[in-house]
């Protein structure tokens, strides 16, 4: 894999070369701390509102249903975006999406902590399992890592975010909204964020519209 240092202009010139695209711009993101190329085909960057429309699209084609692009779009209305990213082919297509928002755990003796939640993540079915999903999860919990978040949470499938930390033993202490068991799962950035706390994960209204 190839990290943002190692951007290249012969990379720029191989998007300009197959989608048109202005050299310079390509250039300029490249050029961005949070850019990286993951592949020799798929670009993960933060989103622009050029890629609203397409974000839509990917969380519909991905989960057959307009719920989490719902959930993408009030996050992002109500300002509750840590990092919102975007994998894009050598096409210029979005071909996946991730966003990671904050949220609060309330321990139950009072401390409150803000952490950061990571959903809606959509990769489009007939790119899936090529490894985008990955990129997209580690270079989303790079960007928490460096926003000096603590902590991620989510809920999702349990045999799937394991494989990058998560582990649904970390976050037993914790009562989620959704009634999520081992799908409920935190990452440690800060050893001890999670598992010393005993109390609940209190997420924003957005969130609800899901249920
Ligand atoms: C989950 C998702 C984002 C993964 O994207 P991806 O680009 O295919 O992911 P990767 O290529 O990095 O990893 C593929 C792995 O994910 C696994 N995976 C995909 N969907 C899964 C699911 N529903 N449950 C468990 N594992 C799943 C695949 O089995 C594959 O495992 P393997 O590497 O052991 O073969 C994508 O499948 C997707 O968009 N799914 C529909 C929407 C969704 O469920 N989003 C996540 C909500 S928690």
Redesign the pocket.
Known sequence: MARSSECTEQYAQKVFDSAGIVRDAILRQLSLPNCAVVSLDVLIRPETPDDYAAIREVNLA??GSLLEAALVERLRDDGLVIASLVAVDDAGQVV?HILFSPVMTMATEGDQMQVASLA????LPS????????MLVEHGIELCRRAHYHAIVLV??P??YPRFGFTHALVVGLKNPFAADEAFMGLELVRGALSEIEGRVVYPEAFYQLS
């Open positions: 991905a989960f996946g809606p993540m959509s990769v790119r899936q399992r090529r490894g985008i999903g990955s999702g499938h045999s799937y």
